[in-house]
């Protein structure tokens, strides 16, 4: 694996190359991404490619990647700029490209302003809050998690993150009802350490969140567009926005093995069931060849 730094006029960007450029096989480079995920959670499944040349990166503001433009908010435009710049540097597009959660947010961004950037996406699971049903009351369930955080630091924050999104079906009032869930249930601290910084937990990543797909330009781009929902995924919001955003765009999602972090092998302390993943999305891209 070979790390590099690609410097923009924003953010100086640091990417992870695992194989040769241009690849070996004479496809284009897998490109893997996630938000506020950096490159650290796609250990396992680029291990899980070893005849490919995987490339993952830190978006700006995160792990590595050092911003230079005075901001702390991210927004899915701003890393689709990033990706182009990236992809451009690499010199093997169209690449093909796996994006996860908020990830696969910036990937329709990219896919829409840049549309010969990608052969193929495989967006999963992106946490669009404007395509589902109950877009208000999803939007009120959010700004709970950043209360929660604001008041009481980053245990409460999780724990209202945590109920979020493994409820079940659309926001109601019993949702609201209830209390946020005590930290210690799921073996968090309490002890708030003063910090108010998280781009999970605060406000910093809405605009990621709020993002609004544009079917039509969507449409028009001769990328394959693939929109995954984990199997356990059925549901909750992940899986809900999922759906939805598979059927804004004329089609059905493809169920993938897991849930949200299904391919994450012990990454940040959690385990889905990265080998059935990483099969399913080897049989997903080479339908495309």
Do not use: C, N
Not at 51 to 76: F, I, M, N, Q
Not at 151 to 170: L, N, Q, V, Y
Not at 179 to 205: I, K, Q, T
Request: aromatic share 6%; proline share 8%; charged share 20%.
């Amino acid at each position: 694996m070979e790390t590099q730094t690609l410097q923009t006029p924003g953010a100086d960007l640091v990417y992870d190359v695992r194989g040769p450029l241009p690849p070996a096989d004479g496809r284009p480079p897998l490109v893997m991404i996630g938000h506020p995920m950096d490159a650290a959670g796609f250990a396992t499944l680029a291990a899980l490619f070893p005849e490919r040349t995987v490339v993952t990166y830190d978006p700006r503001g995160l792990g590595r990647s050092v911003r230079k433009d005075g901001r702390d908010d991210h927004a899915a435009d701003i890393q689709a700029a990033d990706l182009h710049a990236l992809i451009e540097a690499l010199g093997a597009g169209p690449i093909e490209m796996f994006a996860s959660s908020g990830g696969a947010v910036t990937a329709l961004a990219l896919v829409t302003a840049h549309p010969g950037d990608v052969a193929t996406l495989v967006a999963h699971e992106p946490p669009l809050l404007s395509v589902v049903p109950d877009a208000e009351a999803a939007e009120r369930a959010r700004a709970g998690i950043r209360d929660a955080y604001q008041a009481k630091g980053w245990g409460a924050g999780m724990a209202a993150f945590i109920a979020m999104t493994s409820w079940r079906g659309e926001f109601t009032e019993e949702y609201f009802a209830q209390p946020v869930p005590d930290p210690a249930a799921f073996g968090m601290p309490a002890e708030d350490d003063g910090s108010r910084d998280d781009p999970l937990l605060s406000d910093r990543s809405w605009a990621v969140s709020g993002y609004r797909p544009e079917a039509a330009a969507l449409a028009a781009a001769p990328t394959r567009i693939v929109i995954a929902v984990g199997e356990e995924s059925d549901g909750v919001f992940t899986g809900r926005s999922a759906v939805a955003t598979a059927e804004l765009l004329g089609r059905r999602a493809t169920v993938f093995p897991s849930h949200h972090g299904g391919f994450l092998g012990g990454e940040f302390g959690q385990t889905g069931k990265p080998e059935e993943f990483a099969r399913k999305l080897h049989e997903v891209l080479d339908t495309a060849r």
